[in-house]
C-alpha cells in the first residue's frame, strides 16, 4: 500500500521589505513640487520689493525736480517784482525832487518798465502758480495806473488825477502784500517747508 506523503505545511514568505520614503519617486516630485512654489514665491516677493523701491526713487527724483521748477519759476515772478519795485521808488525820489518834467519823463520810463515785468511774470503761469502770478501781475499793473495819473496830471494840472495817484500808492503797499501772501501759498503747495522757505527769503535780504 502506498503510503500518503503528509502535506508540508506552507512555508510563509518573508515580507518584502519597503523602500525608505526617500527612495520613492512621489517623495521627490512632491519635494521639488513645494521647493519650487517657494523659489517661486520668494521670487515674486523680490520682484515687488525692487518695483516698489523703484516707484519710491521716481517720485522721489519727480518731487525734487517740480521742486526745483517751482523754485525757478519763484526768482523769475519774485525778482520781477522786486524790480518793478525798485524802479517805481526810484521815481518817488524824483517827484521829491519837485521837477516836473523829470517827473514826467521817469512815468514814462517806469510805466514802461512795469509792462516789461507783468509780461515776464505771465510768462511764469501753470496751474500751480495762477493766484501768485495774477497778484504779480496786479502790483505791476497798478504801478503803471499811478504813472498814468501822475501824467495826466502833470499835463493838465486837475487835482483830481493827482488824488487818484495818492490812492494808488496807498493801495499798492495792498498789492505787494498779497504778493508776498500768495508766494507762501504757492512755494508751500509746491513742498517748501517753512525753514526752506526762510533759506529762499534770505537770499534776496542778502542783496
Known amino acids: 500500500m502506498l503510503r500518503k506523503k503528509k502535506a508540508s505545511a506552507p ?3 518573508a515580507p518584502k521589505a519597503k ?14 513640487g513645494v521647493v519650487g512654489m517657494a523659489m517661486g514665491g520668494g521670487s515674486g516677493e523680490s520682484t515687488t520689493a525692487e518695483q516698489n523701491d523703484q516707484s519710491q526713487t521716481e517720485t522721489v527724483t519727480s ?13 523769475a515772478i519774485y525778482s520781477a517784482v522786486l ?3 525798485t524802479k517805481f521808488n526810484g521815481l ?9 518834467l523829470d517827473v514826467y519823463d521817469g512815468c514814462k520810463e517806469t510805466h514802461d518798465f512795469a509792462q516789461d515785468c507783468w509780461s515776464r511774470i505771465n510768462d511764469q503761469k501753470d496751474d500751480l502758480n495762477e493766484d501768485y502770478v495774477d497778484a504779480a501781475k496786479m502790483y505791476c499793473v497798478q504801478i503803471q495806473i499811478i504813472c498814468e495819473n501822475l ?10 488825477d493827482l488824488s487818484k495817484a495818492k490812492e494808488g500808492m496807498e493801495y499798492l503797499n495792498a ?3 498779497d504778493v508776498v501772501t500768495k508766494r507762501q501759498a504757492y512755494l508751500t503747495e509746491a513742498g517748501f517747508t517753512t525753514e526752506e522757505i526762510e533759506e529762499i527769503n534770505s537770499a534776496y535780504s542778502a542783496e
Open 11 to 13: 512555508t510563509e514568505k
Open 19 to 32: 523602500k525608505p520614503i526617500y527612495k520613492r519617486i512621489w517623495f521627490w516630485i512632491l519635494v521639488l
Open 63 to 75: 518731487s525734487t525736480d517740480a521742486k526745483e521748477e517751482a523754485e525757478a519759476k519763484d526768482t
Open 83 to 85: 524790480s518793478a519795485e
Open 92 to 100: 518817488v525820489d524824483l517827484m521829491d525832487s519837485g521837477n516836473l
Open 151 to 160: 501824467e495826466d496830471y502833470i499835463n493838465d494840472q486837475n487835482v483830481e
Open 175 to 177: 498789492c505787494i502784500l
